[in-house]
């Protein structure tokens, strides 16, 4: 979970939601996801073939995949509270935040938490997704040093942030073997391969370093130039090292 002036901090960011309504409760602990095949559907959906997460993640009983995308959205906004998977307890940490609010429009936000009680936001998968916002090397950190479920289940949950031009030639096999780890083992290798290389593919980009501070070439990510105040910039390559 966050602590308390990270959620603040965190909620602060969203316009238009009654003040009332962004409670600190709002926030919740949200690792039950982790055994739910649906939320890894919903996380990774549209970055792949429908077909291929349904091999992957379909419940197998002849209900659409995105009926049961909308079952699991259903079931967590009826608990009126948002879930938080949180990668560890060190300084320096990263969380994924489920949000949703009244007019049905949802979303999956990843953000880095540096230590000083500030979430700053690095990517989004929602109406308007932005990113990415990891370079290979800090995927990699968080991953090895992370407590929250498996090291397969961290990869998965940080490959809608990640982009990296750099990434190694091994990253398809390493994202399939995820994928048959967390989803359906049963599934073939070959579908966890083609939605792996479909997850992977789109997101290369190249990160630089100017000034001490990682910087992104995308436009649409939110640690290139002028994307974060300067500071946050240096927060978030700090935290992430």
Same mark, same amino acid.
């Given at each position: 979970?966050?602590?308390?002036?990270?959620?603040?901090?965190?909620?602060?960011?969203?316009?238009?939601?009654?003040?009332?309504?962004?409670?600190?409760?709002?926030?919740?602990?949200?690792? %039950?996801?982790?055994?739910?095949?649906?939320?890894?559907?919903?996380? &990774?959906?549209? *970055? @792949?073939?429908?077909? =291929? +997460?349904?091999?992957?993640?379909?419940?197998?009983?002849?209900?659409?995949?995105?009926?049961?995308?909308?079952?699991?959205?259903?079931?967590?906004?009826?608990?009126?509270?948002?879930?938080?998977?949180?990668?560890?307890?060190?300084?320096?940490?990263?969380?994924?935040?489920?949000?949703?609010?009244?007019?049905?429009?949802?979303?999956?936000?990843?953000?880095?938490?540096?230590?000083?009680?500030?979430?700053?936001?690095?990517?989004?998968?929602?109406?308007?997704?932005?990113?990415?916002?990891?370079? %290979?090397?800090?995927?990699?950190?968080?991953?090895?040093?992370?407590? &929250?479920?498996? *090291? @397969?289940?961290?990869? =998965? +949950?940080?490959?809608?942030?990640?982009?990296?031009?750099?990434?190694?030639?091994?990253?398809?096999?390493?994202?399939?073997?995820?994928?048959?780890?967390?989803?359906?083992?049963?599934?073939?290798?070959?579908?966890?391969?083609?939605?792996?290389?479909?997850?992977?593919?789109?997101?290369?980009?190249?990160?630089?370093?100017?000034?001490?501070?990682?910087?992104?070439?995308?436009?649409?990510?939110?640690?290139?130039?002028?994307?974060?105040?300067?500071?946050?910039?240096?927060?978030?390559?700090?935290?992430?090292?």
């Amino acid at each position: 979970m966050l602590a308390r002036d990270e959620a603040v901090d965190y909620l602060r960011g969203f316009d238009g939601i009654p003040p009332e309504s962004l409670q600190l409760e709002l926030l919740s602990d949200g690792t %039950w996801l982790l055994e739910r095949q649906a939320f890894w559907a919903s996380l &990774l959906y549209d *970055a @792949a073939d429908e077909e =291929l +997460l349904d091999a992957l993640f379909g419940s197998g009983e002849g209900t659409w995949l995105t009926d049961q995308i909308d079952e699991l959205w259903k079931e967590i906004e009826q608990s009126g509270r948002w879930p938080v998977l949180r990668f560890g307890t060190q300084t320096g940490d990263f969380a994924l935040a489920i949000w949703h609010v009244a007019d049905e429009t949802e979303g999956h936000d990843f953000v880095v938490l540096p230590g000083d009680g500030r979430c700053i936001s690095v990517a989004a998968v929602a109406a308007h997704s932005y990113g990415p916002g990891l370079s %290979w090397p800090e995927a990699k950190r968080l991953i090895g040093r992370g407590t &929250l479920g498996s *090291a @397969a289940q961290r990869l =998965l +949950l940080l490959v809608r942030a990640l982009g990296d031009t750099d990434m190694p030639t091994d990253v398809v096999g390493r994202v399939a073997e995820a994928l048959l780890a967390v989803g359906d083992a049963a599934c073939s290798k070959e579908t966890a391969m083609e939605a792996a290389q479909q997850l992977v593919t789109g997101r290369e980009v190249r990160w630089s370093v100017q000034d001490d501070v990682l910087i992104c070439d995308s436009e649409y990510a939110a640690r290139r130039p002028g994307g974060l105040p300067p500071e946050d910039l240096v927060n978030v390559t700090q935290a992430l090292r």
